[in-house]
């Protein structure tokens, strides 16, 4: 497809489990991103991947949470011993600044809810 | 660190007036400036940005913005307010100097019929 994607739309988990969030950006785009969108908290971010530089990992909101890029392209958002406060949207951008292309393209995000 | 304020949670406007959703925004160097609109159970759109040049920006749905570098602001307008328009909008700030954006808090539009 044309656009971001992302996978699972939706997750159920149990508190105190491991998730993994995938993400799939346009093809070629240099920059991807994570956000979470919690109900009257806008747009949090998380972490941004660009080229081979290293993450920039300031908005990831506790050492639970980890992401990895690999080869440039899929990434996956981990989330471990999962919390109730966890429950969000987790969004996924990709940009490629590299072309002048400044604005994200946004994927439709996973609903994440932790009973 | 950049960061951004929109600093009402909703706006209400009737059909036909003019709108105006307001974002400050502070970052260290000079800032690339975003609009984005989030329709219900839809991903989030691009709908305009500042990067250089022209203060005034236009972008989709008959939507413009304009940067106003002493003020810190770059409020989102639009001369005609349809009831389609009603839905939740993001601004973001990204420095120049590096690939960082941060969106603010949202603001929702309703557009009264």
Same mark, same amino acid.
């Given at each position: 497809g044309a656009g971001v994607s992302q996978s699972p739309s939706n997750k159920v988990t149990e508190k105190g489990k491991d998730v993994e969030l995938r993400c799939d950006p346009?093809?070629?785009?240099?920059a991807l991103y994570w956000y979470r969108q919690s109900l009257g908290q806008g747009l949090e971010f998380l972490i941004y991947f660009q080229?081979?530089?290293?993450? *920039?990992?300031?908005?990831?909101?506790? *050492? @639970?949470f980890s992401a990895e890029r690999t080869g440039g392209s899929v990434s996956t958002l981990t989330i471990q @011993?999962?919390?109730?406060? *966890?429950s969000a949207v987790y969004l996924c951008a990709s940009s490629n600044r590299l072309a002048g292309h400044n604005e994200q393209f946004f994927g439709p995000g996973t609903r994440l809810t932790v009973l | 660190a950049q960061s951004v304020a929109q600093p009402e949670d909703q706006v209400n406007v009737a059909e036909g007036n003019p709108l105006t959703v307001k974002c400050t925004y502070s970052v260290s160097g000079n800032p690339y400036l975003f609009w984005y609109v989030q329709y219900p159970n839809r991903g989030l759109q691009f709908l305009l940005k500042y990067i250089?040049?022209?203060?005034l920006v236009k972008g989709s749905y008959g939507f413009e913005a304009e940067f106003n570098k002493s003020q810190t602001s770059f409020h989102l307008k639009k001369p005609s307010a349809l009831v389609s328009d009603s839905a939740l909008y993001f601004c973001a700030v990204r420095d120049r100097r590096d690939d960082k954006i941060i969106f603010g808090k949202g603001t929702r539009l309703h557009i009264l019929p």
């Open positions: 346009i093809s070629g785009h240099t080229g081979n530089s290293a993450p *920039d990992k300031s908005g990831l909101p506790s *050492d @639970r @011993r999962t919390q109730q406060e *966890d | 250089t040049g022209d203060n």
